[in-house]
């Protein structure tokens, strides 16, 4: 009666029990300031073109004509046909049915499990973002790993040893702040197309690039429409962590055992889901235009420029780190055991962060900070770095 595969799972998500330590520790120490540098939610509001859309779509949905009910459960043609017009900045080609609008790409990098039998293989890298592991151990699926550590740049390739039928890709990585090259990439392209596997690429940190050599999208690669899924969310791009709303790509060639996944994915969505409301997903089309594209660039800037600060704070401590550069990520090397390292910083200097253990086993001896903080907590939070005995 009961799916059993849940009692495979640790007992409770990792960010979830990040949360339940802080709680504890603000409860007994109320007049202490705590520093949250853990879960990635970001600290700007919603830009102005964002808002005024949705103000705008507020508006329509209070009259008679305006009004909007049910949408359509793939997304309004506004936003995908936006969406679409996106892409062309990076020489991709796409149709707007070819791209479904959805609450963020965590809810579809599980759902999209629906399309595949449950003897697939899976390979994953770790470090790895908890999502990918928990939604297929739930599914009873077999789990590979491919090492992500300092030698190989936390970036492996392709094996020989590894027959995978679902390979995730998330770059910029999450959790280690490293992001895949053309060439590299060319290469898992040309691994799963040769092996009749499907690449889930999430590209939810695209906006951060800075690397030329780095592609914002999968399918600036050759051969990707055929092997490819790609999973964008709003959340860090443009600060829709609690607005809800992001999109997933599925080409037309993609086919696999003879069925057409697009059509599958369509089929999924229009019987399990109700879609994105339409007041969102006019602020998510504001995002997409010209206004839109700089206001946002701005805040990833502020962003961008905390990384740089704690960065430039952990080479003047001499403390090995990655990240920063095309992730809002910063990964460090803590030398000790990562959940015993979480609590020095909690106890010592109140500052939280992520434990690397809770993102596998060679995440262990890391720690992950974001750089969603504010500016001023961000440099308090490095000037109290400074002061924690290492």
């Known amino acids: 009666m009961i799916n059993k595969n849940y009692a495979n799972l640790k007992e409770s998500y990792l960010f979830t029990e990040i949360g339940r330590r802080v709680k504890a520790y603000t409860q007994a120490n109320p007049d202490k300031k705590v520093i949250k540098m853990g879960i990635g939610d970001v600290t700007k509001p919603l830009c102005k073109a964002v808002t005024d859309a949705m103000n705008n779509a507020v508006i329509e949905m209070s ?34 049915d070819e791209i479904f ?29 908890p999502v990918y592991v928990d939604t297929n151990i739930m ?36 959790p280690c702040g490293a992001a895949y090259t053309r060439d590299m990439l060319e290469e898992w392209v040309s691994y799963a197309n040769s ?28 051969g990707a ?35 057409e996944l697009r059509k599958l994915w369509l089929r999924r969505q ?12 006019r602020g998510a089309e504001a995002v997409f235009s010209a206004e839109g594209q700089k206001q946002i660039k701005e805040q990833i800037r502020y962003y961008k420029n905390n990384a740089a600060i704690i960065a430039s704070t952990f080479d003047v ?13 910063i990964w460090l090397d803590c030398k000790c055991d990562s959940w015993e390292f979480f609590d020095k910083l909690l106890n010592e200097i109140q500052v939280v962060g992520t434990p690397g253990a809770g993102f596998g086993k060679n995440g262990e001896h890391h720690f992950r900070l974001t750089s969603f903080s504010t500016l001023e ?8 770095f400074k002061k924690l005995k290492l």
């Open 377 to 384: 907590n961000t440099t308090e939070a490095m000037e109290r």
């Open 317 to 329: 401590l001499g403390i090995s780190y990655t990240g920063g550069v095309n992730s809002p990520y």
């Open 195 to 222: 092996r009749g596997a499907v690449i889930l690429f999430d590209s939810a940190y695209e906006a951060f690039i800075e690397d030329a050599q780095v592609p914002h999208s999968i399918y600036e690669i050759s």
């Open 270 to 281: 229009t019987t399990k889901f109700n879609g994105v409301s339409y007041v969102v997903q």
């Open 139 to 174: 599914d009873g699926r077999k789990i590979y790993y491919a090492d992500a550590v300092e030698k190989n740049g936390y970036l492996p390739m392709p094996s020989e040893t590894c027959d995978a039928d679902i390979i995730y890709i998330c770059s910029p990585n999450n």
């Open 101 to 129: 609008i959805s609450d963020g790409a965590k809810s579809d990098l599980g759902n999209i499990l629906d399309l595949f039998d449950k003897d697939c293989n899976v390979l994953v890298q770790d470090p790895v973002y």
């Open 225 to 259: 429409e055929t092997c490819a899924i790609e999973f964008c969310s709003l959340s860090k791009t443009a600060g829709f962590t609690g607005t809800r709303c992001g999109y997933t790509i599925v080409p037309e060639a993609l086919v696999r055992d003879g069925f």
């Open 63 to 96: 009259t008679k004509e305006g009004f909007h009910g049910y949408g359509p459960e793939q997304g309004y043609d506004f936003l995908r046909n936006a969406v679409a017009d996106y892409y062309k900045n990076f020489g991709v080609s796409l149709k707007s």
